[in-house]
DNA sequence: GTGATCTAGAACCATGTGGTTTACTATACC
DNA sequence: GGTATAGTAAACCACATGGTTCTAGATCAC
């Protein structure tokens, strides 16, 4: 089972929840990619977009190696599996289980049994 | 393409981003619940809790129907759907190209070519 | 009606977030 | 050596977040 209770899930969703995060983690599938370089497409200030490549850093979702004066970013996209490995695991609840119909007969099910809410 | 700036997926990241959501998330999979059931096994005051629910009615993860003195929830899949999208459009980041067999290669072609960073 | 239960809401607090500006360090280029 | 470039660090600000306590309003059970 995948826990609830794992900082590292929580690091990672909240790197995920801001959209120039996602934007530079999507920049980095092109490559490498230097801070001026993911910078410069936001639209906001160097250090800021800075501050969000090191929250990147923080969720392990970006590795960063020195070559001179510039700071080289990779995608390490271990992370991103396992925030999908969480999400995936609701998938039945977006799928054929409650299709309209389903929803329908359990509704059904429900009135003639009225059982307790509780497992 | 799944866009990176969509305030909808802020909000679903954001919402998954505390333990306390995931758990509560995870307890509704069981079908609906009244706001002290999901508040109980938490470990936080029962106003914490209704915040944490509120937030996530507030990413659509969660439609609430009110029963006489209850406030009965249940959960809304759909933003988990869109959430595992966006990640797994990096499926291949995390899978057979970045083997350790394939970076070695990578890297080997890298040093030959010294190509341009930028595509 | 009385009392217990379920929930909302407001006030408050500490801390985190996301952004700015300014100043500084270190490397590269000529 | 002097200057441009890449990046950090610190100070500051407005606002959000996550928690608390206390008060109050419905509704249910007896």
């Given amino acids: 089972m995948v826990l609830d209770h794992s900082p590292r899930l929580d690091l990672v969703f909240h790197a995920l929840a801001h959209p120039a995060r996602r934007a530079i983690i999507r920049q980095l599938t092109g490559g490498e990619r230097n801070l001026s370089e993911l ?9 800021a977009a800075s501050k969000h490549v090191r929250v990147l850093e923080g969720a392990k979702l970006v590795r960063r190696r020195i070559a001179g004066r510039e700071h080289l970013c990779r995608l390490e996209a271990a992370p991103l599996k396992d925030a999908t490995l969480w999400t995936e695991q609701f998938r039945q609840f977006w799928e054929t289980r409650f299709s309209a119909l389903d929803e329908l007969l359990e509704e059904m099910k429900q009135q003639a049994e009225a059982p307790p809410r509780k497992p």
């Fill in 39 to 47: 910078a410069s497409p936001l639209k906001m200030t160097f250090p």
